[in-house]
């Protein structure tokens, strides 16, 4: 009989030298599936998708071999990293294959099993945080990134994980977000400045701005913005370098990549060589389009890469970094009290913080929907990250109240997150009255959907910023609610920025009650909506000249 402790230190090494063929062979060759031990187990399995381009079958074989490790020992050190790479191996086959059919109880199962001997286990913990980000249970996901960081076991990008997804929290105050903020500071690599090149000092004959971002790609939300000001910008007073993070690139970001001065990529950079890539362009500002968000570099601007540093548009509120010297806001966002719970010194916009560039398609004025269908239809096409379990009771209090009325939602691309949606409608009894339609591949189909719908419904406390702009371009109402911070509070300043005040709801009560209200009178619906419709595109929204010539002057005087 082979000595199994002996053929689990041979193979350790080969599995150091990635020979994850021949560990194959010997495991399969020379044991037996009731020998192996946990270890063999993990090493059979993790050698199986390790030596393939993962595909259906090689996830299965190692997601057997895991499961058997586990069961085996369930409480040793080997058996929970059995459990951990199970469930993650469990994730990655979900994922890859959009039709397959996964019951995660059997995980949650076997996590309950050992859950007093893995709290502090980072792999199990981050393999959890997977699983409920799949089943949009963002309280369960926040659980176990919070024990990651308790136990010490993090790094900065679960960090930035944790702070995003406590963006969907309404129980957490700006105060938090700020103290966790400097938390994540002090957890930021300082680098030595002796391998970093000097910061440039020397003035230029034009001010040079960055904006970096992972996110210059077809489709990103983030492009409908950086766009305004792109083409928008005095080309005799600025000079604008695009820095990319981007691994991969497409026509989007060659389109942007003609709309400004100069364009580096620093996606296989690492940070030292990153950060004096960007300091050698001598910039006076840079902005971070990501915050702790997409591909985040926050190290990077930790250590500084330009004379000032400013935070804008792919994350809403505080970054917490001493060296992030401003936030781009408007007077709806962040009142001036609350100014001390944001690390950055906040630059008030004269009118909205944002604007969107608007769409390469005809507009065309559509007679409200319910015209045709005899009830009225709402709709939001948010991410179903941020259909929690007060939103779907809110929108079902609306369609119980009106008779008739139907919410189309846009599905989601995973499966699970689409069952725990419909199951919450279905608690509160109306998911008859729920439509869920397809993504769509094109975007001028996506645009035309809203065609369908009477009133779009924001999602609380993350608003919605985009679907409310594509809303009301297509001329559609947007009810939102007001929050207690910046995040939570987009709606609101979108709404107010297109004189619509009526459509910012105090509660979740008044939110049910503007809705009811507004249905009760057509005839102030239609004047609503037609006024929508003829002054979008002539509002702070839309104006995109005025508002970059307000940004652009704002730069001038920080410089």
Not at 37 to 44: D, E, H, K, R, V
Not at 130 to 148: E, G, W
Not at 214 to 239: M, R, V
Not at 367 to 380: H, V
Request: net charge positive.
């Amino acid at each position: 009989m082979v000595s199994l402790q002996k053929l689990e230190i041979e193979l350790q090494e080969l599995f150091k030298q990635k020979q994850y063929s021949t560990i194959i062979f010997e495991i399969t060759s020379q044991t037996e599936d009731d020998e192996r031990t946990s270890s063999l187990c993990n090493l059979l399995g993790l050698s199986r998708i390790s030596n393939d381009n993962k595909n259906k079958d090689s996830l299965s074989m190692a997601l057997r071999d895991f499961k058997q490790g586990f069961l085996k020992e369930k409480n040793t050190n080997h058996a929970i990293d059995c459990l951990a790479n199970f469930i993650t191996s469990s994730v990655l086959l979900i994922d890859l294959e959009k039709n397959y059919k996964f019951d995660f109880s059997e995980i949650i199962n076997f996590y309950e099993l050992t859950e007093k001997f893995c709290i502090n286990h980072r792999s199990i913990n981050l393999a959890m945080a997977m699983v409920y980000r799949r089943l949009n249970d963002t309280k369960k996901l926040i659980l176990h990134l919070s024990r990651l960081i308790e136990s010490k076991k993090f790094n900065s990008n679960d960090l930035c994980n944790y702070g995003y997804w406590r963006c969907f929290d309404k129980n957490w105050k700006q105060s938090d977000f700020f103290n966790f903020g400097k938390f994540l500071d002090q957890n930021l690599k300082v680098i030595p400045q002796d391998q970093l090149v000097e910061i440039s000092q020397e003035p230029n004959s034009k001010i040079r701005i960055g904006f970096l971002s992972a996110d210059i790609l077809e489709g990103h939300s983030i492009c409908y913005f950086l766009k305004t000001l792109l083409l928008n910008y005095d080309k005799n007073k600025f000079e604008i370098v695009l820095v990319l993070s981007n691994s991969k690139e497409d026509k989007s970001t060659d389109s942007f990549k003609n709309l400004v001065d100069k364009t580096i990529n620093i996606s296989k950079l690492n940070n030292i060589d990153s950060i004096n890539q960007v300091r050698k362009c001598k910039l006076d500002v840079l902005f971070d389009l990501m915050g702790y968000t997409s591909k985040q570099r926050l190290e990077l601007f930790k250590n500084r890469m330009a004379k000032k540093q400013i935070i804008w548009m792919g994350y809403c509120n505080t970054t917490g970094l001493k060296n992030m010297d401003y936030i781009i806001s408007d007077s709806n966002l962040i009142n001036r009290e609350e100014e001390k719970f944001y690390s950055e010194k906040v630059i008030y916009l004269p009118k909205i913080w944002n604007s969107h560039c608007g769409f390469d398609f005809e507009r065309k004025e559509n007679s409200p929907p319910f015209i045709k269908n005899k009830y009225l239809t709402f709709g939001s096409f948010n991410s179903f990250d941020k259909i929690n379990s007060d939103v779907v009771s809110t929108w079902s209090n609306i369609l119980k109240k009106i008779k008739n009325s139907k919410l189309v939602l846009k599905t989601s691309k995973r499966q699970h997150a689409l069952d725990r949606i419909k199951e919450l409608f279905k608690k509160n009894g109306v998911l008859d009255s729920i439509r869920f339609i397809e993504r769509e591949e094109v975007f001028k189909n996506h645009l035309n959907a809203y065609n369908e719908i009477d009133i779009a419904l924001d999602t609380f406390p993350y608003n919605g910023v985009t679907t409310s702009f594509e809303a009301i371009w297509m001329g559609v109402p947007v009810i939102t609610m007001t929050g207690y911070n910046f995040n939570s509070r987009c709606g609101e300043s979108i709404n107010r920025n297109l004189g619509m005040d009526q459509l910012i709801a105090r509660d979740e009560n008044d939110y049910v009650e503007k809705v009811v209200k507004l249905s009760n009178n057509f005839d102030d619906y239609i004047s609503l909506r037609k006024f929508i419709f003829v002054n979008a595109l002539k509002s702070p929204l839309f104006d995109n000249q005025n508002y970059a010539k307000s940004f652009f002057e704002a730069l001038e005087q920080i410089v």
